[in-house]
């Protein structure tokens, strides 16, 4: 067993001592991994800190988060670096791909549906994606995703709703991934900012076809970046 840690030592050192102990065999591809409370305690630290660690290693390539199941190896050794970027690209962009079954849906019928009060909290929601730009990336990722959320609200629809509640957590880990592995703040700390002004008027003005067709270029734009990679990112980044 590993000496525990201090508690004042970042995720990376949490991570970094999980890694030895995957390379030296503690656990074996496809085992599954102690929980939080029990990892937090073998390294003296808090959840949240075991929880950056896994996610860390997640992207990574060497650990796998199924939901409500627990956290699984997948290898015991990191990728190359290359090949570390290709396997996050590939897990966003299966996300990003859901995204587009369900937001694209949710715009159209947004457009349709949306009272004032729906159109007053996506408003109240832009707003808090323009105060999150100062904030790190996991809150801004969440400003960000409160506006999807109040698209989706608008469209009145309990199953659409549900399926997009239950994919948050998902969603929320992939798109903080996606900023860091693109740097997408780098250059705007609040990305893609007119095309989620411009769904939210369409919505606003019950244009359908607008709505989806800027829904659809947002999402579609995601792909693209992911597929080419952070070099050939343009100024203003989808996000």
């Known amino acids: 067993m590993a000496s525990p840690l201090r508690r004042n030592l970042l995720a ?18 496809g085992a599954r991994l102690p929980g939080e409370t029990t990892l937090a305690t073998e ?11 896994l996610r860390m290693l997640a992207g990574r390539g060497l650990l796998r988060s199924r939901q ?14 290359g090949w570390t970027s290709v396997l996050r690209g590939e897990t966003i962009a299966a ?3 859901v995204r587009n079954a369900l937001e694209v849906e ?4 947004a457009a349709q549906r949306a009272t004032d009060a729906d159109v007053r909290s996506m408003r109240r ?11 790190g990336d996991a809150e801004f990722v969440a400003a960000d ?14 199953v659409l709703t549900e399926l997009f509640e239950t994919f948050v957590p998902r969603l929320t880990e992939a798109m903080i991934e996606m900023v860091e592995l693109l740097d997408l703040r780098r250059r705007d700390p609040a990305p893609d900012a007119d095309d989620h002004q411009l769904l939210v008027e369409a919505v606003a003005a019950g244009d359908a076809e607008a709505a989806v067709r800027i829904s659809r270029a947002h999402l579609d734009a995601m792909l693209g970046a992911l597929h080419e990679g952070p070099g050939a990112l343009p100024h203003g980044s989808p996000m």
């Open 95 to 97: 996300v990003v791909e």
């Open 145 to 158: 995703i409160e506006v999807h959320r109040a698209v989706v609200v608008a469209a009145h629809n309990p």
């Open 12 to 29: 990376d050192q949490a991570a970094d001592l999980l890694l030895s102990r995957l390379g030296a065999g503690e656990w074996e591809v």
């Open 68 to 81: 409500g199941v627990g956290v699984f190896v997948e290898r015991t050794e990191p990728l190359g670096d």
């Open 43 to 53: 390294l003296g630290v808090g959840r949240s800190t075991v929880r950056e660690a």
């Open 125 to 135: 929601a832009l707003d808090r994606r323009a105060a999150a730009s100062g904030l």
């Open 106 to 109: 949710a715009a159209r019928l």
